[in-house]
């Protein structure tokens, strides 16, 4: 799996975007850009994954680079609900035995 | 959408004894499923990967005589911490992804394992 590097913490006011980056700069051709995020003693929740196209969900939007070397996760109205640690991970899809490998994300912390 | 449920979701146990932690996929089929382990603060790290009929991976480090692995049906998958130590207590989560197109890998919420 593609090595994955994010900030280590992030502050957004409540009402605010908040913009998640992540750099994959080593990502192959078949590695999808996968997020989820971990509320604390919790098991991580999936929000959304891509390829090459932009994405976007319920929970947030995926802006994908045309060279594919990084990637801004969108959380459009961040509420307090919303502080977590997103993982940003990249990862071969297309094997169904390929595990996620975790980096260490980023503390997201949202205050009113 | 895709349920993994995980039980139990705390557990204390006395050195030495067994405990076993379940990782159901409630409405989907899983011919796989992983393991995964995090210490407080800390990341997660995967311990194992558990295939359907047949003996689970184990990542480099991991014993599995200590941590077994039986994946019975193709929505069940155990972890059995044998012979358990203060050291073994944290936090442990399963996933799994359907084996179909377009979707994400689901994880379970995890047990928080204390033995004491």
């Known amino acids: 799996d593609a090595k994955t590097t994010q900030p280590p913490s992030m502050d957004c006011a409540e009402g605010r975007a908040a913009n998640l980056p992540c750099n994959h700069s080593?990502?192959?051709?078949?590695?999808?850009v996968y997020w989820y995020r971990q509320i604390h003693s919790q098991g991580p929740q999936y929000i959304i994954h891509?390829?090459?196209n932009n994405e976007t969900n319920e929970m947030a939007s995926l802006i994908i680079t045309e060279d594919r070397k990084s990637s801004t996760l969108i959380l459009p109205h961040a509420t307090l609900r919303d502080t977590a640690v997103y993982y940003c991970?990249?990862?071969?899809?297309?094997?169904?035995?390929?595990?996620?490998?975790f980096g260490k994300g980023t503390t997201l912390s949202v205050s009113s | 959408g895709a349920v993994v449920s995980q039980h139990p979701s705390r557990v204390i146990c006395k050195s030495g004894t067994s405990v076993k932690i379940e990782c159901r996929s409630l409405?989907?089929?899983?011919?796989?499923m992983f393991w995964y382990r995090q210490f407080p603060k800390k990341s997660l790290m995967l311990m194992a990967t558990?295939?359907?009929?047949?003996?689970?991976?184990?990542e480099q480090g991991v014993e599995k005589d200590k941590f077994l692995i039986n994946h019975a049906s193709l929505t069940l998958s155990t972890l059995t911490v044998t012979s358990a130590h203060p050291e073994d207590s944290s936090f442990y989560i399963c996933?799994?992804?359907?084996?179909?197109?377009?979707?994400?890998?689901?994880f379970g919420s995890g047990t928080r394992l204390t033995v004491v």
């Open positions: 891509g390829l090459k």
């Open positions: 558990s295939n359907e009929g047949s003996k689970a991976t184990y």
């Open positions: 080593t990502i192959s051709g078949n590695e999808y």
């Open positions: 991970i990249a990862s071969g899809y297309n094997q169904a035995g390929t595990a996620l490998i």
């Open positions: 996933s799994a992804r359907r084996d179909r197109l377009n979707y994400g890998y689901t």
């Open positions: 409405d989907f089929q899983a011919t796989t």
